[in-house]
Structure formats: structure tokens, C-alpha cells
């Protein structure tokens, strides 16, 4: 189970930070990321982190978001600064229960938090 958290509304310019809580599933072998969605569009990647804490970002958000896990409260973090409208949309949080290579593979999804950023 995923649970996000620490969504909201705010300025272009500002910073905000979301949190999933994870449950049901070896947390700390299991690699988590983070994408989002607006209405009308694909759900596009993120962020990703490897078991081995190594970290994935999309072109987008590179420089300005920074995930991060927490092997010891099973939980995983997206730090969102300099927020710009584009970066608008729900927010979910993601695990790969099945084993794989590819740092963008995801298979579990938690319910999403809103993000609104305006201008």
C-alpha cells in the first residue's frame, strides 16, 4: 500500500514536499518513484530511487525536485522547489513489486495528491 501526503495549492517559485508511506512490501529491496498526472494526458515519470539509493529525474524537474527514501520509516519523499504551472497535476507515488531493470517500471500506485501551482 502507498500513501501519499503533503500535497497543495502555491505560488510559482515556491517549494513543497510530498510524502508517501509505504506498506505490505519489503521497503527497503523494492525500487519507489514518483509521477504525476494532469487531466487529459498520460501519466508521465517523475522521479525514481533505486534500492541502491541511485536516482532517476525527468529532463523537466532535473535541478529542482530531489527524491529520497527512508529505509527505516518506509517512506519515500519528493522535494519540489522552484515550482513553475507546468508542474500542475496528481502527484502518485509508485513501487516495482516486480523485479526489473528498467529505472522507469512501475507496477503499484497509491491514490495520488493534488499539486496546483499558479502563476
Known amino acids: 500500500r502507498l500513501d501519499e501526503s503533503g500535497g497543495g495549492s502555491v505560488q510559482a517559485g515556491a517549494s513543497l514536499s510530498l510524502s508517501c508511506a509505504v506498506s505490505?512490501?519489503?521497503?527497503?529491496?523494492?525500487?519507489l518513484g514518483w509521477f504525476r498526472q494532469v487531466p487529459g494526458k498520460e501519466r508521465e515519470f517523475v522521479a525514481g530511487i533505486r534500492p541502491n539509493w541511485r536516482t532517476f529525474y525527468a529532463d523537466s524537474v532535473k535541478g529542482r525536485f530531489t527524491i529520497s527514501r527512508d529505509n527505516a520509516k518506509n517512506t519515500v519523499d519528493l522535494h519540489m522547489d522552484s515550482l513553475k504551472p507546468e508542474d500542475t497535476g496528481v502527484y502518485y507515488c509508485?513501487?516495482?513489486?516486480?523485479?526489473?531493470?528498467?529505472?522507469?517500471?512501475?507496477?503499484?500506485w497509491g491514490q495520488g495528491t493534488q499539486v496546483t501551482v499558479s502563476s
Open positions: 505490505g512490501f519489503t521497503f527497503s529491496t523494492t525500487p
Open positions: 509508485a513501487a516495482a513489486l516486480i523485479a526489473n531493470h528498467d529505472p522507469m517500471y512501475f507496477d503499484t
